[in-house]
């Protein structure tokens, strides 16, 4: 029986840490979603206002004998802009923070262990949230695998393609065969 823990996060769009996630060894599944609001069941025209309250974030279900939460959460940071407040790239607003919502208090020492490790290779500081998870509300049908069906739309190959290519750079070692 496989050793299964859960991790959520936002960075951007869910679509392009979805993407990047998804392709890791030890990774079992990645939902898009919403967390971190003040409403139940929101939808994606609701998140997109910036009124809910909600990050667009994705869970993760990880066999942490394969890959441990350190190197999920180091790759997280890695593969987005953590030091800009409400935006990644053109996407703007709160619903686009970098975000992490430990389970667990070693979760949490672990994202802060990352944070310190990670701040001298940022010209500017982090200011990815660090807080409790509490719920996580399922995104709608079509943004769940959302670039490995949509290769070719624009938004896949301007942004999330780049994002994909540095993974596979910078963690080949972590992918999946």
Not at 49 to 57: I, K, L, N
Not at 66 to 82: A, E, G, R
Not at 134 to 160: L, S, T
Request: aromatic share 12%.
């Amino acid at each position: 029986m496989k050793n299964l823990s859960v991790a959520t996060f936002g960075g951007g769009c869910f679509w392009c840490i979805e993407a990047v996630i998804q392709r890791l060894n030890g990774i079992e599944t990645v939902k898009s979603g919403y967390s971190d609001g003040q409403i139940k069941n929101p939808a994606y025209r609701e998140v997109c206002t910036g009124r809910t309250g909600h990050a667009e974030v994705i869970q993760v279900v990880f066999n942490p004998d394969i890959i441990s939460y350190h190197d999920l959460i180091t790759i997280f940071m890695t593969s987005h802009d953590p030091t800009t407040l409400n935006r990644q790239g053109a996407d703007s607003g709160t619903q686009y923070r970098s975000i992490i919502l430990y389970h667990d208090e070693t979760q949490k020492t672990i994202a802060e262990q990352v944070f310190s490790e990670l701040k001298s290779v940022f010209p500017d500081p982090i200011v990815t949230q660090l807080k409790p998870f509490q719920v996580f509300y399922e995104a709608e049908e079509e943004h769940q695998n959302y670039y490995n069906d949509n290769q070719e739309a624009g938004y896949c190959r301007m942004v999330i393609d780049p994002k994909v290519y540095k993974l596979k750079k910078m963690y080949a070692d972590k992918l999946k065969d």
